[in-house]
């Protein structure tokens, strides 16, 4: 049976045990940090969150990630009822209770709270939204590149669910991450409605041909923000970047592959499908970025 690993691998870290976690203003060791069986999000999947990554004391692009959590929520009519200030507070506020410097990642969530019965409309969540920060020291620990295994599984239309909103309605990617790893895979490659790669079934997706960066055109993937990171590293440093089709024949041919994400940053990509990519490690355009982004976050 093949040891799958995860863009998401992380050492273990002794003081996860004791991290406090924030619930809806109020710090909670692990065990007592709970949310009711009623909540929306627990019921129904109803509420959008967002991945934050600390590097040296600051929050790489929080102001970035506040801002799509914002949207998001909007998008779905939900309100947080905190501005953004009041939300940062609270990120800030976690980070000093776990004595947190550098190389921790916080997941902030906000669901549509406490239903008052068991069913699916939205009206029946009458006592505002849940909001929960968990803070985790996190040092990212890859034993080596991932491979990836293409599913049926697709990024869907906007008028599905919109793959742009950071939902808690993930089943779509966890169903293509089991059909990749009972292929044998680590994650799953997912194709957009037309056939064309698009991206994984956790992150964004990246080919390198003839020193040119190639991602997908944008309209059916998560709006990742270290996906633009890095296309704006690429622009600026003189790396053609193209957002656009294409195609599996095009990424088995690749002379490397990366996925990019807010754990992981930049994590190379060893084979699809069973083909080979370049050389089965992190070939030199993938770790000229990794340097950048480095540089980029002050890490």
Same mark, same amino acid.
């Given at each position: ?6 863009a998401?691998?992380?050492e ?5 045990d ?6 809806d203003g ?17 019921m +129904?999947?109803?509420? $959008?969150?967002?991945?934050?990554r600390?590097? @040296?004391g600051r929050?790489a /692009? %929080? ?12 998008a779905?009519d939900?309100?947080?009822?905190r501005s953004?200030?009041?939300?940062v ?6 980070q000093m ?9 916080c997941r ?10 068991p069913?699916?409309?939205?009206r029946?969540?009458?006592q ?6 968990i803070?985790?020291h996190?040092?990212p620990k890859?034993?080596?590149p ?11 239309l906007?008028m599905t ?11 779509n990617?966890?169903?293509a ?11 799953? +490659?997912m194709l957009? $409605?037309?056939?064309?790669v698009?991206?994984? @079934?956790a992150?964004?997706? /990246? %080919?390198?041909?003839k020193?040119?960066?190639w ?14 990171k890095v296309?704006?590293l ?6 053609v970047?193209?957002?656009?089709n294409?195609?599996?024949?095009d ?6 592959a990366?996925l990019?994400?807010?754990f ?8 699809i499908?069973?083909?080979?990519i ?22």
């Amino acid at each position: 049976m093949t040891d799958h690993v995860s863009a998401h691998q992380a050492e273990e870290d002794a003081r996860n045990d004791r991290i406090l976690i924030w619930v809806d203003g109020v710090l909670r060791p692990k065990a007592q940090a709970v949310v009711s069986v009623y909540d929306s999000g627990f019921m +129904l999947g109803d509420g $959008v969150w967002e991945g934050i990554r600390l590097y @040296n004391g600051r929050w790489a /692009f %929080i102001e970035e990630h506040i801002d799509r959590l914002f949207e998001a929520a909007k998008a779905i009519d939900l309100d947080i009822g905190r501005s953004r200030e009041d939300v940062v507070s609270a990120v800030l506020e976690t980070q000093m209770a776990n004595g947190m410097v550098t190389d921790a990642h916080c997941r902030l969530m906000v669901t549509r709270g406490v239903k008052t019965r068991p069913f699916q409309h939205p009206r029946l969540s009458q006592q505002g939204p849940t909001m929960v920060i968990i803070m985790e020291h996190s040092r990212p620990k890859l034993p080596r590149p991932i491979t990836l295994a293409t599913v049926p599984h697709l990024r869907g239309l906007p008028m599905t669910q919109d793959p742009k909103l950071n939902s808690h309605s993930k089943l779509n990617c966890i169903l293509a991450c089991i059909a990749a790893q009972k292929a044998g895979a680590d994650e799953a +490659l997912m194709l957009d $409605v037309h056939g064309f790669v698009n991206t994984t @079934n956790a992150c964004n997706f /990246f %080919i390198v041909r003839k020193g040119e960066v190639w991602t997908s055109t944008g309209d059916y993937c998560m709006n990742g923000i270290t996906r633009a990171k890095v296309l704006d590293l690429c622009r600026a440093n003189g790396i053609v970047a193209r957002e656009r089709n294409f195609s599996l024949v095009d990424a088995y041919g690749a002379d490397e592959a990366f996925l990019t994400g807010t754990f992981g940053a930049q994590t190379p990509v060893g084979a699809i499908d069973g083909r080979v990519i370049g050389t089965g490690q992190m070939g030199p355009v993938t770790e000229r970025l990794r340097g950048l982004y480095r540089q980029m976050v002050g890490a």
